[in-house]
C-alpha cells in the first residue's frame, strides 16, 4: 500500500498590517484647495503632511501625479481669476494696462525711444521723397537718351 504523503497547510501569520497607515484626505478639500490655486506650502500645512504624501495620495486616488492633478484642477481658479480681470479692466484702466502688457506683450516706450522713433520716422519719410526724386531724374534722363 503506497504511502500517503501530508500536505502541510501554510502557516498563518497575525493580519496585522506591517508599517505606518497610509494617510487619507478629503477629496472635496483638496479638489477645492487646488481650485484656488493654493501652494505646495499651503496644501503642507492645511493637510499637515509634505509633498511626498501628497503625490502618494493622489497617486491612489487619481492614478496620476500631484503635478498632473494640481494642473488640472487649478486650471478652473485660474480661469475664474482670468475672467474677473477682464471683468475690472472695464472700469479700471490700470488693470487694462496691466492685462495688455503681461498678455499681449504690450509695454511702455522709454520717451527717448519714443523721441528718436519719431525722429528717425521723418528722416525715412525724407529719404523716400529724395529716392523717388532720384529715381524721377534717371528715369527722365534714360528717357532722353532712347529720343
Known amino acids: 500500500m503506497p504511502k500517503k504523503t501530508e500536505v502541510k497547510e ?3 501569520t497575525a493580519s496585522k498590517k ?13 479638489e477645492g484647495l487646488c481650485n484656488v490655486c493654493c501652494t ?18 493622489c497617486e491612489r486616488e487619481y492614478n496620476n ?4 492633478v494640481y494642473k488640472e484642477l487649478s486650471a478652473n481658479g485660474k480661469a475664474s481669476v482670468r475672467r474677473n480681470q477682464l471683468n475690472l479692466s472695464k472700469t479700471n484702466a490700470s488693470m487694462a494696462i496691466w ?7 504690450q509695454r511702455d516706450l522709454p520717451r ?3 523721441e528718436f522713433n519719431g525722429t528717425l520716422a521723418l528722416l525715412l519719410d525724407r529719404l523716400k521723397v529724395v529716392q523717388t526724386t532720384d529715381d524721377f531724374t534717371a ?5 532722353q537718351k532712347a529720343i
Open 99 to 105: 492685462l495688455g502688457k503681461q498678455w499681449l506683450g
Open 18 to 30: 506591517i508599517g505606518r497607515p497610509k494617510r487619507d484626505f478629503d477629496k472635496k478639500i483638496f
Open 65 to 68: 501625479s500631484f503635478s498632473t
Open 139 to 143: 528715369k527722365a534722363a534714360l528717357s
Open 10 to 12: 501554510p502557516v498563518k
Open 40 to 57: 505646495v506650502e499651503e496644501l503642507e500645512s492645511i493637510f499637515t503632511t509634505d509633498i511626498r504624501t501628497i503625490n502618494l495620495w
Open 112 to 114: 527717448e525711444v519714443e
